[in-house]
């Protein structure tokens, strides 16, 4: 819930975002009500960031947006939903324009679906991810670092990061539960964070 609106509190803390990655003109897919988009006092190089979801389109293919629209792409917690991330972030780099950054969030499988599949919170997550492990309980398990490493588009990559600050790992024993979906509350984030640039 609100998962852009808690990156915001690690988001303001490095210069980057407001200097370099959500400047110009952009994008916010899979946003919902909850796009970074409202945040312009936090990011004042932010000219406009238009929100993307279900009523607009398929947001793998972006079918009716043109190659090197935006200055910036910014999707929260949608590419698992997709039934082929490669393809959904080849599409989110083709409308980005040369020097522009796409900053992606999703959510981590250890610390999201912690062991279960299919998730156990989220019925439409068609994949889950990790940034890396040499194996993973989940059947379909996608490593991030050999996703993006596979892209066909030429990028830098900026920052892969496991967004666990505010995970509280001993919660679920201190509750008496198995499983307990930490982004049901106000601070917890389950994500890894990347951000690319469009090198060409």
């Not at 972006?62 to 082929?84: G, K």
């Not at 409308?95 to 919170?121: N, T």
Request: hydrophobic fraction near 35%; charge should be negative.
């Amino acid at each position: 819930m609100h998962e852009s609106s808690k990156s915001v509190f690690h988001k303001i803390k490095d210069s980057r975002y407001a200097t370099r990655y959500i400047v110009g003109d952009g994008i916010d897919i899979g946003a919902g009500e909850d796009t970074i988009g409202q945040y312009y006092e936090f990011f004042p190089l932010m000219r406009s960031c238009r929100g993307w979801d279900l009523p607009d389109g398929d947001a793998q293919m972006m079918a009716s947006v043109a190659d090197a629209t935006f200055d910036f792409v910014h999707s929260s917690h949608c590419l698992e939903h997709m039934r082929d991330p490669k393809e959904a972030l080849e599409n989110w780099l083709r409308i980005l324009k040369p020097g522009g950054h796409l900053v992606c969030l999703i959510p981590d499988e250890d610390l999201y679906e912690q062991g279960a599949w299919p998730s156990p919170f989220n019925d439409d997550h068609k994949h889950s991810f990790t940034i890396f492990k040499k194996t993973s309980w989940s059947p379909v398990s996608i490593n991030l670092t050999q996703l993006l490493s596979s892209l066909s588009a030429d990028v830098e990559i900026k920052k892969i990061e496991l967004m666990d600050a505010t995970f509280r790992y001993q919660l679920n024993q201190r509750i008496g539960v198995e499983r307990f979906d930490q982004t049901r509350t106000t601070v917890g984030e389950c994500a890894i964070e990347f951000v690319l640039k469009k090198i060409g």
